[in-house]
């Protein structure tokens, strides 16, 4: 085949291109990858029973202040990896920065509390159920965007696979504040963290094949 | 200096032509990969020094992916960084097949057997589109034909097919996609 002839095929009825595709699949991909992590959440584990008294307490808004910016830092992350050229700027500073915020918050407790307590503060009630309850949680949000990426045309695919996993490890994490009954700096800058890296891992692994085109 | 402003001044264009080519400007469009593909020949060739006639089958390559991927396209990025973020890409991919390739089978056999040398035109690949669309299933072949050889509208490719108008654009949509990895798989 002669490239010409490529070319004019292509050419040939093009049309116009609906803009904005990035933005609607990644709307459409986070929507119901959240709801399918709420529905989860609300079949398998409930909010917490004092959910209301919670929401007044200054730490939990600490606490979705911290998920929801490493949410929005990995969904730049992402979008930018969906798109052949782009490189990441300015992203894993903005990935970071709520990271050495709880930890600065979490030192700053630590410090400040009784040596008895630290153990508490660190470990909580739900340590060794908190990581693997957010993976799960990730899950249906890790399909719904692994479908965003593939409608689009990520070239690193092993970044982009771990950008895919960490989002919906955020939003998954986003989902289960309403469940659990944490508050502590020092628990959720551990353990949190701990929790969104399994669906990052996971996707450095799969990337390169899910995302191959 | 004198390379970079003639280096900006191709930039410009390219990304006047894609960007008018992306609103609907067919002609635009048109150029638009035209001049791509002689920019992905010297970019490809630069690169694949060791094998020249993988050149033309990974212009085209890279053509179709480009042309699939179109709503990737950042306004706001450089033209040529989002096109040789796809061209390496595929060149990558290209190598990989190979080396795998190149594990399992005898190279000496392959260089003698099907992959003939194309030295006769330079923009001519070893891939046979005819070959490639019969590969499809009617859905999806019947609008490639009418609409992208034929030059028939989508109106017109409806009435002859019989298929709805949006499910003759689904079928060059997905068709498109389908050929190049089918392409990608025979390579």
Redesign the interface.
Known sequence: ???????????????????R??ARRYAIALGSGALGAALLMDLLLGPRHDFAAAILLPMFWVKVAFVTSFALASLVAAARL?????SLAWVPGALAAPVLAIWLLAAFVLVRADAAQRKFLFFGDTWNSCPWLIAMLSAPVFVAVVWAMKG??P?RLRLAGAAAGLLSGAVGTMVYTVHCPELEAPFIGFWYLLGMLIPTAAGALFGPRLL?? | MQDASRLNAGEERLRNLLIL????N?SA??TF??EL?AHL?AFLRRRLVRLPDEV?DL??ES???I?N??????AG??VT??????A??KLV?LLRRRARHEVLNDPLDEEFGITSASDT?A???R???KKLLEQLPERQRLP?VH???E?L??AETARLTGMSESAV?VG?HRG?KAL?AIIRRNA
């Open positions: 085949m002669r490239t010409d002839d490529l070319v004019a095929m292509l050419a040939a009825g093009a049309g116009a291109v609906q803009p595709q990035a969906s798109r052949p050229g782009l689009l045309a070239t191959r085109w | 080519g992306l609103a609907g067919e469009y048109h990969l035209r593909s020949r033309e212009v085209q053509l179709l992916a042309h991927q179109r709503h990737t396209y950042d990025q450089p960084a989002w096109i040789h973020a796809i390496k890409y991919d035109e923009s001519d690949a891939t046979d589109l490639i609409m992208k050889l030059g509208s989508v654009k060059v498109l190049a």
